[in-house]
């Protein structure tokens, strides 16, 4: 009132005395983005301990500039453009088709997988399991960060394959491709009616899963590829139900080496009774 007493009838929020935010720079918001990207996971802590800054700043600027929300434990856009919501519903509309053909088997025929580490800590780690080492400080973080990538095949009747990645290896489609070969020899073993039924694979779009050797190879073991559209973890049983809770059952526990973090996941993952994985 006294503003416009004087004159002033600008309807815009005028400047305020207080600590200006010398933090939000593009610079920070550049490296904010590019941590988000490499490790969807990853928490507001972490990467404020990375990079020296408040908590509260980094959730600021992870909502507000770079507009990214968390579903099913991953950041994502908060909005998606007009194509990427096309491509969702025309996964979900293949989804309920194969369900309509039919009912009663399409749960039976479903082989899904990916593939887990957890980088949220920055100790050497793997899907959660943190081991008794020093963590290194701030910028080494990102340097000296240590996974064991390990890749699952499961269905409604339990885990099929469990592959680790190889230090020194990389995670490409020859190597993706060797494990579909794998798979199909145990399904012919353990599973044989999905095989005569047609195979339904499920996946995410990490580079490996999309690239034309791997379609080539997937087309060549008869398996039908059920499309995956980009930014919905929440359509992958993985990301919304198997790894959260393997994940809260390792997390905060010590390993003094890989084979003894693998361990005490496989020995959670058997105990687990078949309702888990229906």
Known sequence: MAQFKHGDFSTCVAPRPGRPKTVT???IVD?????????RRISAKSIAEQLGISPERVGSIIHEDVDMGKLSAKWVPKCLNADQKRQRCQACEQLLEFFRRDP?????????????YDPETKQ??????????PAPKNSECKNLLQKVLASIF???????????????QTNSADYYSSLLVQLKGILR???????????????DNAPAHRALATQKKLAYLGFQWLDHPPYSP???PSDYHLFPRLEKQLKGRNFSSDA????????WLGGQPSDFFE
């Not at 073993?189 to 996946?203: A, N, Q």
Request: proline share 1%; no cysteine; glycine share 6%.
């Open 25 to 27: 720079t593009p610079e």
């Open 31 to 39: 490296q904010i983005h590019e941590l988000i990207l490499e490790y």
């Open 104 to 116: 009663n088997d399409f749960l039976s025929r479903l082989v899904t997988m990916d593939e887990i």
């Open 124 to 133: 050497h780690q793997w899907s959660g399991g943190i081991a008794a080492h």
């Open 154 to 168: 499961w269905d409604q009747d339990g885990i099929l394959l469990i592959d680790y990645l190889q230090k020194g």
């Open 189 to 203: 073993d353990k599973r044989r009616g999905k095989i005569t039924k047609l195979v339904l694979f499920l996946h």
């Open 234 to 236: 929440d359509l992958v």
């Open 260 to 267: 003894e973090v693998i361990a005490a996941a496989e020995t």
